[in-house]
């Protein structure tokens, strides 16, 4: 699965009250990479607090700091050990006044390099990979007693799903909730480690995933995202003992009180399968926004990166997709400069985003992450080419993008209140197709759709008005064939 590059401060949920008993202990996560990630960071914060950790303002507050990593970007690894630098500053520092601090380096670069981290910076007090962070709290005890780090990067045998909680039902929750259902690929892509850092392909019970939207809704989730590193891949146990797919959780989920919104991402396109695909026809919670992402256009780089279907498979895909749901828009990743590519590669990229047409993308240049097929390549591409040809394929999605936005114009939709804007007076919100929106009205709307009118867009939002038909209107967002 190929992220945005981003980094969140503070993205850990507040743990209920702790038990009286414990003393009370400060925690500060640190997240970056993807949404599973914040979805980890908060599971993470869930774990810790019936030992007593609540919430610290950052890391100079904290008896516990937790780095939650992301091996997906380049140097990734010497990333985290810049951060980990500015940490050990502020560990010595607490040490000084005689407070003392855990620094634990969690996520996928602690799963892939957990050797060198404690070999690098042995003031690290515990390394844990993806699939460990239930046994969290026997860590913490061994770190106080531990003379030396300690280290869980295996993958258990366990499901860590079956041992974490579910959120505090004193927790303030958001009018939008993430919902891991799925982790693990089996697909094994040339440029990409996740096999490596988060395992074969795992899916979380129907029945499980169920209950834990349940309660999200009753906390006012009004718009779930199923998240997983290949989530089109899911086949969980359902309640009836048999095998689940996407697309059979997707109306379970519709058919929960609350559940206004449903989305999902990452897919994989050989994962898109006839019952989900007519899932978009015919589920109105599953939002008409589909992140599907095809890397390439040309046959020859897909098949070097051994994604296992080649560019017309992905067209052919999409128009059936837009066949069960015509307002439907797209979202993908693209990789400029894969061990090989040649200028007529990147031609074929180029031309396979002006046939199919996208309302964002994330875009990146190739990045060579140790242990995969395509680090061992021949036929690196040179850096500035690399360079040039990102900020080309960057160009146009960002022309497909703003054209997008600018359809939206003049147009009636539903969106989701979100919370308080900016300034005074201003609420945020969601439409169907994720653009962000501002406008003006009353906070107290946070968790309801309402009917509005796009005014105006902006570079990375849309400015609309409230009060209007609350009937979508949506133009045939279908890019037109560029070619046959």
């Given at each position: 699965?190929?992220?945005?590059?981003?980094?969140?401060?503070?993205?850990?949920?507040?743990?209920?009250?702790?038990?009286?008993?414990?003393?009370?202990?400060?925690?500060?996560?640190?997240?970056?990479?993807?949404?599973?990630?914040?979805?980890?960071?908060?599971?993470?914060?869930?774990?810790?607090?019936?030992?007593?950790?609540?919430?610290?303002?950052?890391?100079?507050?904290?008896?516990?700091?937790?780095?939650?990593?992301?091996?997906?970007?380049?140097?990734?690894?010497?990333?985290?050990?810049?951060?980990?630098?500015?940490?050990?500053?502020?560990?010595?520092?607490?040490?000084?006044?005689?407070?003392?601090?855990?620094?634990?380096?969690?996520?996928?670069?602690?799963?892939?390099?957990?050797?060198?981290?404690?070999?690098?910076?042995?003031?690290?007090?515990?390394?844990?990979?993806?699939?460990?962070?239930?046994?969290?709290?026997?860590?913490?005890?061994?770190?106080?007693?531990?003379?030396?780090?300690?280290?869980?990067?295996?993958?258990?045998?366990?499901?860590?799903?079956?041992?974490?909680?579910?959120?505090?039902?004193?927790?303030?929750?958001?009018?939008?909730?993430?919902?891991?259902?799925?982790?693990?690929?089996?697909?094994?892509?040339?440029?990409?480690?996740?096999?490596?850092?988060?395992?074969?392909?795992?899916?979380?019970?129907?029945?499980?995933?169920?209950?834990?939207?349940?309660?999200?809704?009753?906390?006012?989730?009004?718009?779930?995202?199923?998240?997983?590193?290949?989530?089109?891949?899911?086949?969980?146990?359902?309640?009836?003992?048999?095998?689940?797919?996407?697309?059979?959780?997707?109306?379970?989920?519709?058919?929960?009180?609350?559940?206004?919104?449903?989305?999902?991402?990452?897919?994989?396109?050989?994962?898109?399968?006839?019952?989900?695909?007519?899932?978009?026809?015919?589920?109105?919670?599953?939002?008409?926004?589909?992140?599907?992402?095809?890397?390439?256009?040309?046959?020859?780089?897909?098949?070097?990166?051994?994604?296992?279907?080649?560019?017309?498979?992905?067209?052919?895909?999409?128009?059936?997709?837009?066949?069960?749901?015509?307002?439907l828009a797209l979202s993908?990743?693209?990789?400029?400069g894969h061990p090989g590519?040649?200028?007529?590669?990147?031609?074929?990229?180029?031309?396979?985003?002006r046939d199919i047409g996208?309302?964002?993308?994330?875009?990146?240049?190739?990045?060579?992450?140790?242990?995969?097929?395509?680090?061992?390549?021949?036929?690196?591409?040179?850096?500035?080419?690399?360079?040039?040809?990102?900020?080309?394929?960057?160009?146009?999605?960002?022309?497909?993008?703003?054209?997008?936005?600018?359809?939206?114009?003049?147009?009636?939709?539903?969106?989701?209140?979100?919370?308080?804007?900016?300034?005074?007076?201003?609420?945020?919100?969601?439409?169907?197709?994720?653009?962000?929106?501002?406008?003006?009205?009353?906070?107290?709307?946070?968790?309801?759709?309402?009917?509005?009118?796009?005014?105006?867009?902006?570079?990375?939002?849309?400015?609309?008005?409230?009060?209007?038909?609350?009937?979508?209107?949506?133009?045939?967002?279908?890019?037109?064939?560029?070619?046959?």
């Amino acid at each position: 699965m190929t992220v945005s590059d981003f980094r969140l401060h503070d993205t850990t949920p507040a743990p209920a009250i702790a038990n009286p008993a414990r003393p009370l202990r400060r925690l500060h996560v640190i997240t970056w990479g993807c949404q599973m990630n914040v979805y980890d960071s908060g599971k993470m914060a869930d774990v810790l607090a019936p030992l007593g950790y609540r919430p610290a303002d950052g890391p100079a507050d904290a008896d516990m700091v937790i780095l939650n990593t992301c091996h997906i970007r380049e140097r990734a690894t010497e990333k985290v050990f810049s951060e980990l630098g500015r940490l050990r500053v502020i560990k010595e520092q607490r040490a000084a006044e005689g407070r003392s601090t855990i620094l634990a380096v969690a996520g996928c670069v602690a799963q892939a390099e957990g050797a060198e981290i404690t070999a690098r910076a042995p003031y690290v007090d515990i390394v844990l990979g993806p699939q460990t962070y239930h046994r969290l709290p026997e860590m913490v005890a061994r770190a106080h007693r531990a003379a030396g780090p300690v280290i869980e990067t295996d993958f258990p045998v366990e499901q860590k799903f079956d041992f974490l909680p579910d959120a505090p039902a004193a927790q303030e929750q958001a009018v939008t909730a993430f919902l891991t259902v799925q982790e693990g690929c089996d697909k094994f892509c040339s440029f990409c480690v996740v096999p490596y850092t988060r395992g074969a392909e795992a899916s979380r019970p129907a029945a499980a995933v169920l209950e834990e939207a349940r309660r999200l809704a009753a906390r006012g989730a009004r718009e779930i995202t199923l998240l997983g590193q290949n989530v089109n891949a899911y086949h969980g146990v359902g309640p009836d003992g048999r095998d689940w797919g996407l697309a059979r959780l997707i109306r379970a989920l519709a058919d929960l009180p609350g559940v206004l919104r449903i989305r999902y991402m990452t897919s994989h396109p050989r994962d898109m399968d006839d019952d989900l695909i007519a899932a978009h026809a015919d589920v109105p919670a599953l939002m008409p926004f589909l992140h599907l992402p095809v890397q390439s256009g040309s046959d020859r780089i897909l098949d070097a990166m051994n994604r296992r279907h080649t560019a017309d498979d992905y067209r052919r895909l999409i128009d059936r997709l837009r066949a069960a749901r015509p307002d439907l828009a797209l979202s993908s990743d693209f990789i400029a400069g894969h061990p090989g590519e040649t200028s007529a590669d990147f031609a074929a990229t180029m031309q396979l985003i002006r046939d199919i047409g996208f309302a964002q993308a994330y875009s990146f240049k190739y990045s060579s992450r140790p242990g995969t097929p395509a680090a061992r390549a021949p036929g690196m591409v040179p850096e500035a080419e690399k360079d040039s040809r990102l900020a080309e394929l960057q160009a146009l999605i960002r022309a497909q993008q703003d054209d997008f936005n600018n359809r939206s114009v003049g147009l009636e939709m539903p969106v989701l209140v979100t919370g308080a804007g900016r300034r005074p007076g201003q609420i945020a919100g969601r439409t169907p197709y994720l653009q962000a929106v501002h406008m003006d009205g009353d906070a107290s709307l946070a968790g309801q759709i309402v009917p509005v009118k796009i005014r105006q867009s902006l570079t990375n939002s849309l400015s609309a008005t409230l009060g209007l038909s609350a009937t979508l209107i949506v133009p045939a967002f279908k890019q037109e064939r560029a070619s046959a």
